[in-house]
């Protein structure tokens, strides 16, 4: 089974930032890879997948880049609705893993 | 507009089993996978498995396998996941998801969440 790991596990960061979170697979995974948002007590919210291509109605500040094993979200210009917990995951095979999580919160 | 609606927060006691579905509306219920997502008590995401709304195949986590069952009714586009001997540790909320057509099939709507609480 294909691993996923996030890093940082959670990050501190004020309004304006600019953030970047890595997710790694244990294999390639080519570039079946999404990013997801979660804020408590909602369910996840696709941000990108094809690992940089922006879901609709998703804002610019979001972008993804990498293919193979090594993945990044990066958030231009933290927003207050920003601050969540983000997480990865692989679509090339089954089982679909997740990343452990990157949770972003108010510096 | 596509939506996903989920039944209602269940209590349920160790060895029991749950049924938990997921009413979909706003597309083509056979055209599109469904998955099952559950998150435990402020822990991560874990994937169990999906359905062929089509078919009717499925395909479960390797620990889930024997334990959970996903079943469709493509005559009120619903799924299904059932989950049998429940244990402590299976207190999550579980979510639906589907499993968009483009490139790295993302999961494009969320059902939104069903709690599944297990207590003697």
């Known amino acids: 089974d294909i691993q996923m790991t996030q890093s940082p596990s959670s990050l501190s960061a004020s309004v304006g930032d600019r953030v970047t979170i890595t997710c790694r697979a244990s294999q390639s995974i080519d570039s079946d890879l999404s990013w997801y948002q979660q804020t408590p007590g909602k369910a996840p919210k696709l941000l990108i997948y094809a690992a940089y291509v922006l879901q609709t109605g998703v804002p610019s500040r979001f972008s993804g880049s990498g293919s193979g094993t090594d993945f990044t979200l990066t958030i231009t210009s933290l927003q207050p609705e920003d601050f969540a917990t983000y997480y990865c995951q692989q679509s090339y095979n089954t089982p679909r893993a997740f990343g452990p999580g990157t949770r972003v919160d108010i510096k | 507009q596509v939506q996903l609606v989920q039944s209602g927060a269940e209590v349920k006691k160790p060895g029991a089993s749950v049924k938990v579905s997921c009413k979909t509306s706003g597309y083509t219920f056979t055209k599109y996978h469904m998955h099952w997502v559950r998150q435990a008590p402020g822990q991560g995401l874990e994937w169990m498995g999906w359905?062929?709304?089509?078919?009717?195949?499925?395909y479960y986590a390797r620990r889930f396998q024997g334990r959970v069952t996903m079943t469709r009714d493509t005559s009120v586009s619903t799924v299904y996941m059932e989950v049998s001997r429940l244990e402590s540790d299976d207190a999550a909320v579980y979510f639906c998801?589907?499993?968009?057509?483009?490139?790295?099939?993302?999961?494009?709507?969320w059902g939104q969440g069903t709690l599944v609480t297990v207590s003697s």
């Open positions: 998801a589907r499993e968009s057509l483009p490139a790295a099939r993302p999961y494009d709507y």
């Open positions: 359905i062929n709304p089509a078919s009717g195949g499925t």
